[in-house]
């Protein structure tokens, strides 16, 4: 995959392909998810962890200024079977249905540079995605969609949402596996949401996933060592509305 490129604008998405283009993206990471919440590092501090080996890593770059602006990892896998070493699987009992075959493609550590606002940059970022799961023939994109904090009432009417519109089917919904999580579509289950409340607390790819009929877990998980609440998501290529399908092949193109 090396020399994936897709421009667009000021901005472009590449394949990380040496250690210098992963340490930038480990840079970003660390700035999005630990300095942001407050956790000084020494000068250089990475977020990285054992994950990082098997993946490929994305990067979105502003070409004017010469700055990364957003980045994300993602691994393949042939099958769900293969799934027992996944991010997602140390948190969470994955549920697959029995006559699900394809391929799957798990997303994480997707952030975008605090300090760069532009919608170019998320479209740019589905855009290449995009691109890899047609020429891949990739049936399902998951990960861990996370909300800033771990106190769940800053997120109530978020939660409240997705337990009233956004639930897994049946077949997909993951069995609860961490040792600390809030079940909220059990303890939400007589409050009906704010909208606007609800929609402005979601997280940038999360909203992504559901626009384009995404589902969630009925728990999100607390992880402390991240400060964050997170929720399996999923996305069955198929379910994508034709339209929305369009408007990413656009951007793929």
Same mark, same amino acid.
């Given at each position: 995959?090396?020399?994936?490129?897709?421009?667009?604008?000021?901005?472009?998405?590449?394949?990380?392909?040496?250690?210098?283009?992963?340490?930038?993206?480990?840079?970003?990471?660390?700035?999005?998810?630990?300095?942001?919440?407050?956790?000084?590092?020494?000068?250089?501090?990475?977020?990285?962890?054992?994950?990082?080996?098997?993946?490929?890593?994305?990067?979105?770059?502003?070409?004017?200024?010469?700055?990364?602006?957003?980045?994300?990892?993602?691994?393949?896998?042939?099958?769900?079977?293969?799934?027992?070493?996944?991010?997602?699987?140390?948190?969470?009992?994955?549920?697959?249905?029995?006559?699900?075959?394809?391929?799957?493609?798990?997303?994480?550590?997707?952030?975008?540079?605090?300090?760069?606002?532009?919608?170019?940059?998320?479209?740019?970022?589905?855009?290449?995605?995009?691109?890899?799961?047609?020429?891949?023939?990739?049936?399902?994109?998951?990960?861990?969609?996370?909300?800033?904090?771990? !106190?769940?009432?800053?997120?109530?009417? *978020?939660?409240?949402? @997705?337990?009233?519109? /956004? =639930? #897994?089917?049946? &077949? %997909?919904?993951?069995?609860?596996?961490?040792?600390?999580?809030?079940?909220?579509?059990?303890?939400?289950?007589?409050?009906?949401? !704010?909208?606007?409340?609800?929609?402005? *607390?979601?997280?940038? @790819?999360?909203?992504? /996933? =559901? #626009?384009?009929? &995404? %589902?969630?877990?009925?728990?999100?998980?607390?992880?402390?060592?991240?400060?964050?609440?997170?929720?399996?998501?999923?996305?069955?290529?198929?379910?994508?509305?034709?339209?929305?399908?369009?408007? @990413?092949?656009?951007?793929?193109?």
């Amino acid at each position: 995959m090396s020399g994936f490129l897709l421009d667009k604008g000021r901005y472009r998405a590449r394949l990380a392909t040496d250690a210098d283009d992963l340490r930038a993206a480990q840079r970003l990471r660390f700035l999005c998810f630990h300095e942001k919440r407050g956790l000084a590092g020494a000068p250089g501090a990475l977020d990285a962890d054992a994950q990082d080996e098997g993946a490929s890593h994305m990067l979105i770059e502003d070409r004017r200024l010469g700055v990364l602006v957003g980045t994300y990892r993602f691994r393949l896998f042939e099958s769900a079977a293969a799934m027992g070493g996944s991010y997602s699987a140390q948190f969470y009992q994955l549920s697959v249905p029995a006559d699900f075959t394809g391929r799957i493609v798990e997303m994480g550590r997707f952030c975008l540079h605090p300090e760069h606002h532009d919608p170019d940059i998320v479209r740019l970022a589905w855009g290449a995605m995009t691109r890899f799961v047609d020429e891949n023939d990739v049936a399902l994109l998951c990960g861990c969609s996370s909300f800033t904090g771990t !106190d769940a009432a800053t997120h109530r009417d *978020a939660f409240a949402m @997705l337990k009233e519109r /956004y =639930l #897994a089917p049946r &077949g %997909w919904l993951p069995r609860v596996k961490a040792p600390k999580v809030f079940r909220f579509a059990r303890a939400l289950r007589l409050q009906k949401p !704010d909208p606007r409340r609800a929609m402005a *607390a979601m997280p940038p @790819l999360l909203r992504s /996933y =559901l #626009a384009m009929g &995404g %589902w969630v877990s009925d728990h999100a998980v607390v992880d402390e060592a991240m400060g964050t609440m997170h929720v399996f998501t999923g996305l069955e290529i198929a379910a994508i509305p034709p339209a929305r399908k369009r408007l @990413l092949r656009a951007v793929a193109g």
